[in-house]
Nanobody, 125 residues
Framework: QVQLSESGGGSVQAGGSLRLSCAASGPSDNAFCMGWFRQAPGKERERVASIYSHDSSTAYGDSVEGRFTISQDTAKNTLYLEMNSLTPEDTAMYYC??????????????????WGQGTQVTVSS
């Protein structure tokens, strides 16, 4: 069973940067895709970014396109999210997730069954 653990969250001022990490333990090399999601209070969990193992293709949510970058280090079994030009609207709990099946994409949170515990990101104006 794959287990995920996020780190790197914190408080930052608007315009700042953070890098989140998600360490995977277990057979994560079988993951079809991995992704970052976020959930702010009172809002649905939304996809931030995802990366597909077979071709390293990436996809981003509209609100973070051009500011965030997802990457992975397969040797370290670690997923990253580089976040730049942060705004208060980016404040949320950030989660990493994985799909172990090629029939399940990393686009919708409701489809995924493997999650980390989350790391809080707070951006002040």
């Amino acid at each position: 069973q794959v287990q995920l653990s996020e780190s790197g969250g914190g408080s930052v001022q608007a315009g700042g940067s953070l890098r989140l990490s998600c360490a995977a333990s277990g057979p994560s090399d079988n993951a079809f895709c991995m992704g970052w999601f976020r959930q702010a209070p009172g809002k649905e969990r939304e996809r931030v970014a995802s990366i597909y193992s077979h071709d390293s293709s990436t996809a981003y949510g509209d609100s973070v396109e051009g500011r965030f970058t997802i990457s992975q280090d397969t040797a370290k079994n670690t997923l990253y999210l580089e976040m730049n030009s942060l705004t208060p609207e980016d404040t949320a709990m950030y989660y990493c997730a994985a799909s172990l099946s090629s029939t399940v994409s990393c686009r919708r949170a409701a489809d995924l069954r493997v999650w980390g515990q989350g790391t809080q990101v707070t951006v002040s104006s």
